[in-house]
């Protein structure tokens, strides 16, 4: 059950921060729904009831969708952790200052950058996912007090890594996420430093 009245008592950045997650669905799954919420920002902020609930089923239905067709988490399953890689890494180095939400929308940003330095995702796209993102308030920079090699360090106890490699969720485009098979980390570390505000 979703009671809609319950993100009426939710500060702003709680509310803020389940965006992320909300985002995350239009990144990985739906161009159309990424749309939507660029075009619908200022009625999430506003928390319109009306407008809430559309993006909230359909947010459910996505996940659904993914959970039920890979329920033991072996292989289209792990697009949901999209953003996540880097973001559990930010979250702890930062002593959970940063929240999850936000944490998530850093790790976004830092995996649409990566997937355009490494040729898989256009320009254009990435700005438009990364325009999505900045318009419904979430944060696209890395603080400047994080330390990278730390951050890096983060990502080494990664529990979805194999062996040396750290696996990102990348983008060939708006919908189309895949598992990458490693990469390298002073390309990682070059994106964290990019991104730092």
Known sequence: MIDLAFLETLPDREFTNGLAEIVK?????????LAELAAGAEALRRRDPVFLEG????SCRIKKGIVES??????????????????HAIEAESG???SHGEA???GMCAAVLLSERLKYLSPGDGERILSVIQ???????IPASLDTESLLRGLRKDKKKEGDKIHFILLKKPGQPF???GVPLPL??????????
Do not use: C, Q, W
């Open 104 to 106: 998530v929308s850093m």
């Open 55 to 58: 993006v909230i089923s359909k």
């Open 135 to 141: 318009a419904l308030g979430l944060p696209v920079r």
């Open 188 to 197: 990682v570390a070059e994106i964290i430093e990019g991104l730092k505000a």
């Open 70 to 87: 890979d329920e033991t988490d072996r292989g289209l399953r792990r697009i949901l952790n999209f953003g996540h890689t880097l973001g």
């Open 96 to 98: 959970f200052v940063v």
């Open 25 to 33: 669905y239009g990144i990985i799954d739906d161009p159309e729904f």
């Open 179 to 181: 598992v990458n098979g």
